[in-house]
C-alpha cells in the first residue's frame, strides 16, 4: 500500500517520502553537474589537458576526481547551511518535507546566484517574461539554475583562454625555430611537449591552478 510506513534505523518514513528520496538520489548526477562549482573544474582541467599536449593524461577518471573532491570542499559551506537550516529540523519533526525542500533550495541559490552574471539573469528573465523580485532568493529554480550554467560555462571558457595562452607561445616558439631550422618534417608537438610540461612544473602549475579554482568561489 502507498500510504504504508516503511521501518528505517527506527524511524517510520512515508511510502511516498521514500519515492521522493531515491528521486533526488537519480538525479544527483545531475544536480552536482549543474548546481555546483563541478562544471566549472571540468572543464578547465580538460582544456589544461589540450593546452599542455597530452591525450589522455590525467586520464578522464582522474580529471572527473579531482572536479568531484574540489567541488566538494567548495561546497562544503553551503552543505552545512543546508543541513543545518533543512535537514536536521526535518529530521527533528519540526518541519514538514515540502518546508525542508524549500529552505534547503535557500542556501543553493545564493551560491549560484552569486556565481550567476546580471546580464545572463536578466537574459532568462526576459526569456521567461518575469520581471526580477526584490528578494532575488524568490527567483524560480527554472530560472536560477540555466542562468548559473551559462555563466560557468562562461567563465570556464575565459579561465582556459587564459591557461592556453603560455602553452601557445611556446608552440609558436618551437614551431618558428624549427622552421627556421629546415626541419620542417619533425613534428612541432613532438618537441614543444616537454617544455610545456616543465613549464608548468616549475610554476607550481596544480597548486596554482587549484588555488585559483577555489578562490574564483570566493
Known amino acids: ?31 552536482i553537474v549543474m548546481m555546483t562549482s563541478f562544471t566549472r573544474i ?5 582544456i589544461l589537458r589540450n593546452a599542455l599536449g597530452l591525450q589522455q593524461t590525467p586520464p578522464n577518471m582522474v580529471l572527473t576526481g579531482i572536479a568531484l573532491f574540489l567541488s566538494l570542499f567548495i561546497m562544503t559551506p553551503v552543505m552545512q547551511d543546508i543541513n543545518t537550516q533543512a535537514y ?18 535557500v542556501p543553493m541559490k545564493e ?12 537574459m532568462f528573465l526576459e526569456f521567461a517574461d518575469k520581471e526580477a523580485p526584490e528578494n532575488l532568493d524568490e527567483l524560480p529554480m527554472t530560472i536560477v539554475v540555466p542562468a ?9 571558457f575565459t579561465m582556459g583562454f587564459l591557461i592556453f595562452i603560455p602553452f601557445l607561445i611556446i608552440d ?4 618558428s625555430t ?18 610545456k610540461i ?5 610554476v607550481n602549475g596544480w597548486d596554482l591552478l587549484f588555488s585559483t579554482l577555489v578562490k574564483s568561489f570566493n
Not at 42 to 46: A, C, G, K, T
Not at 148 to 156: G, P, Q, Y
Not at 178 to 195: H, R, T, V
Open 148 to 156: 548559473f550554467m551559462t555563466s560557468e560555462l562562461s567563465r570556464a
Open 42 to 46: 571540468i572543464i578547465v582541467l580538460s
Open 88 to 105: 536536521q529540523p526535518y529530521q527533528q519533526g519540526q518541519i514538514t518535507q515540502e518546508v525542508a525542500l524549500e529552505k534547503a533550495s
Open 172 to 175: 609558436i616558439i618551437v614551431s
Open 1 to 31: 500500500m502507498l500510504d504504508s510506513l516503511v521501518n528505517i534505523n527506527g524511524n517510520h518514513v512515508q511510502t511516498l517520502e521514500l519515492l521522493v528520496l531515491l528521486t533526488i538520489i537519480t538525479l544527483l548526477p545531475s544536480i
Open 178 to 195: 624549427l622552421m627556421s631550422m629546415g626541419m620542417i618534417m619533425l613534428p612541432p608537438a613532438m618537441i614543444s611537449l616537454p617544455f
Open 111 to 122: 551560491f549560484m546566484l552569486a556565481q550567476t552574471k546580471i546580464d545572463t539573469l536578466n
Open 198 to 202: 616543465l613549464l608548468f612544473v616549475v
